[in-house]
């Protein structure tokens, strides 16, 4: 088991990145630009440690606004999957629908939503779930649409009804899809907290960001930009562990 | 003992019981018939199969007992009960196991019981006690995953049994199976049988299979189907796997391959 995490750490990547890093300094030094222009790691990593308790305080409201909306996303995208499954004539009206909504990009109806929501949490939460809900729930309709069609059968000849194949069978059955999609939603919820917060907030990374560009602190943007890859990063772990715990059978089988 | 038994039984009292079931589909345009009067009958705890070329119709044939689909002409009467509906009379058992991964195998087996709305620790607890006879004992608490393919065709067994329905259909359930496994499945399930004594309509394209498990046996035409050939297998029971080499179970034999490959 030690041994497989060992394994696991991507020895090369960091390889790369610390190669990244070396060139990264090497070439802000040598060129002397100036550091409000392009900062050097070494100048963004001072930044990070100076400012990590403003930092943090800031994250707390992003990142309060990330996970409001991703649960709203999932709250929202479990229900209509399931009433889609529930009703093929609502899926073929609302499924198109959905998909087209997808190409009307969210940052620029974000404006609208501080005309109507204003500058508190709202708008940011309201962000993130137009942004995390697509991915949610079209893994979760496809995962129920791609349950094996003889276990269904099996359960029709059991006499079970609509509702009892999709809680007994569709819904576990689309599990892994639907975590699948899960994380890449999570790695969308501060992206989305962040775009809000830059329409205007009083707190939060993206209020942070704003005003540290509009001062040229380039070295403070990149500290900000390191906590929400972290952040960003945490949540993806934390819906990892989620789904292990929730789905084990399917990661057991996943390793034979 | 049960031979005669239950070709008596059948007579008065059939618990399937087809006649003249037709069915067609259209493709492209054109009507393709399936199946072309297909008259069956299962008596009260008998075991007959169902023989024919791939293709035939058979799962038509399975899909129109289990209500899945209705037939075009013809009738299919459960129980004896023209107004019993399929799902209160019949449990269905497919070639593939169908085990829901999620579940572990106690959890699998009772899955019928569920559906039907019984109390699951009623059924947990009854399903514990028949794990022995279905050789899952110590395995209550795996997935399925992790039991060999023998065992998980045992654990979908278990599961139609428990279904508290008269009438087991088996649809090829040993198909996918090596040859080793199948013969020892072959023989528990006929001990199974033997201790539930529910009918059970089997179907097979394997000819030694058939004869070996069932009392009666109907053979299928190529599509469109119709019963080619209807024989009983007076094989004593209870049979050891040794008689397939006994003259009486080749001449069955010899007479099921005429049957199926036509001059």
Known sequence: ?256 | MTTRDSINKFKSDPVVLLEGVAKSFVVGGRSLPILDEVSVRVGQGEFVSLIGPSGCGKSTLFNIICGLERPDRGRVILAGNENLQAVDAVSYMPQKDLLLPWRTVLDNVILAREVAGDGRDKARREAKELMPQFGLAGFENSYPAQLSGGMRQRAALMRTMLAHRNILLLDEPFGALDAITRTKMQQWLLEVWNSFRRAVFFITHDIEEAIFLSDRIYVLTPRSARVTLHLNVNLPRPRRYECVTAPDFLALKKQIMQALTPV
């Open chain 1, 1 to 256: 088991m030690i041994k497989r995490s060992v394994n696991r750490i991507p020895v090369s990547a960091l390889a790369i990145m610390a190669v990244l890093l070396v060139f990264w300094e090497a070439a802000v030094r040598v060129t002397g630009m100036p550091a409000w222009f392009l900062p050097p790691p070494s100048r963004v990593f001072t930044a990070l440690m100076e400012t990590l308790p403003l930092l943090l305080e800031h994250s707390r409201y992003t990142l309060l606004a990330a996970l409001t909306g991703l649960t709203m996303a999932v709250l929202v995208a479990l229900v209509l999957a399931v009433v889609m499954a529930l009703s093929p004539r609502i899926r073929q009206g609302v499924y198109p629908l959905l998909v087209f909504s997808q190409t009307i990009p969210i940052i620029t109806i974000a404006p609208l939503l501080v005309i109507w929501f204003g500058f508190g949490i709202m708008p940011k939460v309201v962000v993130v779930t137009l942004v995390c809900f697509f991915p949610v729930a079209v893994s979760m309709v496809e995962g129920m649409q791609a349950a094996d069609a003889d276990m269904v059968k099996l359960l029709q000849v059991m006499g079970a009804s609509r509702w009892q194949i999709i809680r007994l069978m569709l819904i576990p059955a689309a599990l892994p899809s639907f975590f699948a999609g899960l994380k890449i939603a999570g790695t969308y919820a501060m992206m989305g907290a962040v775009i809000g917060e830059w329409l205007g907030a009083s707190n939060g990374l993206g209020v942070f960001m704003t005003r540290a560009a509009h001062a040229y602190k380039a070295d403070s943007v990149f500290a900000a930009i390191i906590i929400i890859s972290l952040i960003s990063l945490l949540l993806f772990a934390l819906i990892e562990l989620i789904a292990r715990l929730t789905i084990p059978w399917y990661y057991n089988e996943r390793r034979k």
